[in-house]
């Protein structure tokens, strides 16, 4: 009886606790985990791609140029030979190499005395030419009067004519030769064309020279010209009125401006290249001529546009677009492109993107949009 009690207690808490389990099961059910599916959820989530900040550029509007590089020599605008109008000795010399000269300066003076001496003559014969004329004219107007009354003939009024003839010529002759002396003497003079510097001089004070002979180069410095050649394949782009920056040898940190002034109309049949003369203004006279200068003329010209390096940009059918950084991912940013710079490896945008936007300028075409990103210092 004993055992019997014993067999009968067991299967009561037996099926007592298997009453618990099943009640638990219906009130809290347990959820069933599946690792395949948790491992699908995790891969949709893109990894981290870490970018050195070399790789990214942050952009900021800019004056982009396009540039011809061009070298020629300086060249004064005006430039003059004084020679010698008459021979002579000279008197004076007043002025030596590197002086600066106004218009109408005395640079030399030849001797005179002879000059002042044969006027003084022609003077006195253009006197002497002028009495007997108004003695001939006075006896051609009695012998008129004589030749109408008939007594005297045609014979006699012919000779009075011809005489007033013969000293008027010889009039008009010492005229001229007066005329002369006086522009000799005017001559002796040597006076400077315009306002300058004095770049040669070959006389000195009682030299005798020939008509005709150089005695002074005279320069105008307060302009110069630099004579510039550029290819034939980019002379189309030069304009006149174009800004050109130069650097001249001999005038250091300091950046010269020019301006394209003259471009010749044929090129150079040996060198194909095109001639383009460029004014330089040089009113601080502190440029030479036969100085020699170097740089570029600027054809092409953009103020405060915002431009991506050519590497930036990406392709998705007919659409560009770059990608963005922005809270710590990769988006996606649609641009519109406009010029090519820099010999093409610049691109203007003109729509899609500001100053300050930062975006993946390396040529990381693996990289796509939303993905999230950690930047570091190169």
Do not use: C
Request: net charge negative; no cysteine.
């Amino acid at each position: 009886m004993k055992r019997r009690y014993k067999l009968i207690a067991v299967l009561a808490l037996a099926a007592l606790g298997s009453g618990v389990v099943l009640e638990t099961r219906e009130s809290e059910p347990v959820a069933q985990v599946n690792p395949a599916a948790s491992a699908d959820v995790a891969s949709t989530e893109p990894k981290t791609v870490e970018l050195a900040d070399v790789e990214l550029t942050e952009l900021q509007p800019q004056t982009l140029s396009e540039e011809i590089r061009i070298s020629g020599s300086l060249e004064p605008v005006r430039s003059t030979s004084l020679n010698s109008k008459i021979a002579g000795t000279l008197e004076a010399v007043n002025v030596d190499v590197g002086d600066a000269v106004k218009a109408g300066q005395v640079l030399a003076r030849f001797d005179t005395s002879t000059i002042e001496m044969t006027l003084e003559e022609r003077s006195a014969s253009l006197q002497a030419l002028q009495a007997q004329l108004s003695l001939a004219q006075s006896t051609l107007t009695r012998t008129k009067q004589l030749q109408g009354s008939g007594i005297t003939g045609k014979a006699n009024l012919d000779e009075a004519q011809s005489q007033v003839q013969q000293l008027e010529a010889q009039l008009r002759g010492a005229q001229a030769q007066i005329d002369q002396a006086k522009r000799d003497l005017d001559d002796a003079t040597v006076t400077a064309k315009f306002d300058g510097v004095i770049s040669e001089r070959s006389v000195d004070p009682g030299q005798t020279v020939g008509q005709n002979t150089a005695l002074f180069g005279l320069v105008d410095i307060s302009e110069l010209d630099v004579d510039a050649g550029v290819p034939t394949t980019r002379v189309s782009q030069v304009e006149v009125g174009q800004t050109a920056r130069l650097t001249v040898d001999g005038v250091s940190g300091r950046e010269i401006t020019a301006t394209v002034k003259r471009i010749s109309p044929v090129a150079e049949a040996n060198t194909r290249t095109v001639h383009v003369f460029l004014s330089i203004d040089n009113a601080a006279g502190d440029l030479r001529g036969g100085m020699f200068a170097i740089g570029s003329i600027t054809v092409r010209q953009s103020k405060d546009t915002v431009a991506v390096p050519v590497a930036a940009l990406r392709q998705d059918g007919t659409t560009q677009y770059v990608l963005k950084t922005q809270g710590g991912r990769l988006v996606r940013q649609d641009v519109t492109v406009g010029a090519r710079w820099d010999d093409g490896a610049l691109v203007e945008i003109s729509d899609g993107l500001a100053g300050g936007d930062r975006i993946v300028s390396a040529p990381l075409p693996d990289l796509k949009p939303q993905t999230p990103i950690r930047i570091t210092r190169s």
